[in-house]
Nanobody
């Protein structure tokens, strides 16, 4: 299986975007999914937010209050709603999945996120 990200683009500072992460070849039950981002030439920010299959969510301080992660089991897709975007949010955004588990850890360890897609570019202009 793999994840497929979409929805990136160019937006002005203060604007919004909604990214999608489709799970291909597996279902989201008993998985955790996180969003992460990579700025060109800089270290990856490994965790922006996580959603667990029981609905639990976790957010990094850098995005808390601005980003919302959600999942739609019927569509087998996880979303990232990004509001009040800033130029420093410019990055390639990836989603990654960990699982399946009998009981999903809250949250999983970093090395357990084995399924990751190609990413989608988000550019925020000032």
């Amino acid at each position: 299986g793999q994840t497929v990200e979409s929805g990136g683009g160019l937006v002005q500072s203060g604007g919004s975007l909604k990214l999608s992460c489709a799970a291909n070849g597996f279902t989201l039950n008993y998985y955790a999914v996180k969003w992460l981002r990579q700025v060109s030439g800089k270290e990856c920010e490994p965790v922006l937010c996580i959603v667990i299959s029981d609905g639990s969510t976790y957010y990094a301080d850098s995005v808390k209050g601005r980003f919302t992660i959600s999942s739609d089991d019927a569509k087998n897709t996880v979303y990232l709603q990004m509001n009040v975007l800033k130029p420093e949010d410019t990055a390639v955004y990836y989603c990654a999945a960990a699982g399946p588990y009998r009981v999903v850890p809250h949250p999983p360890k970093e090395h357990e996120y084995r399924l990751r897609g190609q990413g989608t570019q988000v550019t925020v202009s000032s």
